[in-house]
């Protein structure tokens, strides 16, 4: 059971390079999501997905860029990486609907801007 | 716009004892949901425990359980009889029901730091 997989697990980027976080499930999840957590906070929503092809903002989504694709896969791209986006990363899915509605999570991706 | 609240950024329980996190949050919804979350120092999230707004009853989960008062907005887990692998920072979640053009957004406090001792 892969669940959510996430790559790379760790990177570490200069300022200004760019660069994309790959996000796979494999569980036919409609909605998928991109969350940061900065050290000592919660984790802050940054785009979303309910569908191939539809793709919204969350809280945070300046410096980042997603696509939807395939109902499999949500990358994340950071563009002109800051010192700001140093943080965790989680990609996220779900099945909506009132039963279906547990969110699985990938094991996170540590990204370092320097 | 929804907001969880974790009042204690730290705590810490003594092995096999009974510890209780709290946990409010702020919405003018009827209906939603309410997680714990439990994230051990490899960072993975894990579901511990989910309460429906709807039900009157609180969840149960083996060693876990809510206390959800939903007049109070307020949604405590206790762990019971806690266990060395029980230290990780707990993580409040609150989500929106299903709306049209939604999309189960999660919304998470700042999480609180347990330390469980021998």
């Known amino acids: 059971n892969a669940g959510v997989t996430q790559t790379p697990k760790f990177r570490i980027l200069k300022i200004g390079q760019s660069m994309t976080l790959q996000c796979t499930q494999d569980?036919?999840?409609?909605?998928m999501y991109w969350y940061r957590q900065d050290p000592g906070m919660g984790l802050k929503l940054i785009y979303y997905?309910?569908?191939?092809?539809?793709?919204d903002k969350g809280e945070v989504p300046n410096g980042y860029n997603v696509s939807r694709s395939t109902t499999e896969d949500f990358p994340l791209r950071l563009e002109l990486a800051a010192p700001s986006q140093t943080s965790v990363y989680f990609c996220?899915?779900?099945?909506?609907?009132?039963?279906?509605?547990?969110?699985?999570f990938g094991e996170g991706s540590w990204l370092t801007v320097v | 716009a929804q907001t969880v609240t974790q009042s204690q950024p730290e705590m810490s329980v003594q092995e096999a004892e009974t510890v209780t996190l709290s946990c409010t949050y702020d919405?003018?919804?009827?209906?939603?949901?309410l997680f714990w979350y439990k994230q051990p120092p490899s960072r993975q999230m894990i579901l511990v425990i989910r309460?429906?707004?709807?039900?009157?009853q609180n969840a149960t989960e083996n060693r876990f359980s809510v206390n959800f008062q939903k007049a109070a907005k307020s949604f405590s887990l206790k762990i019971s009889d806690s266990q060395l692998g029980d230290a990780a920072m707990y993580f409040c979640?609150?989500?929106?029901?299903?709306?049209?053009?939604?999309?189960?957004?999660?919304?998470f406090g700042k999480g609180m730091k347990l330390t469980v001792n021998p």
């Open positions: 996220a899915s779900s099945y909506p609907g009132r039963l279906g509605n547990t969110i699985y």
């Open positions: 569980m036919n999840h409609n909605y």
């Open positions: 997905s309910v569908g191939a092809g539809i793709t």
């Open positions: 919405t003018s919804e009827s209906d939603y949901y």
């Open positions: 309460q429906e707004a709807y039900k009157q």
């Open positions: 979640a609150y989500r929106s029901p299903l709306t049209q053009g939604g999309s189960e957004k999660l919304v």
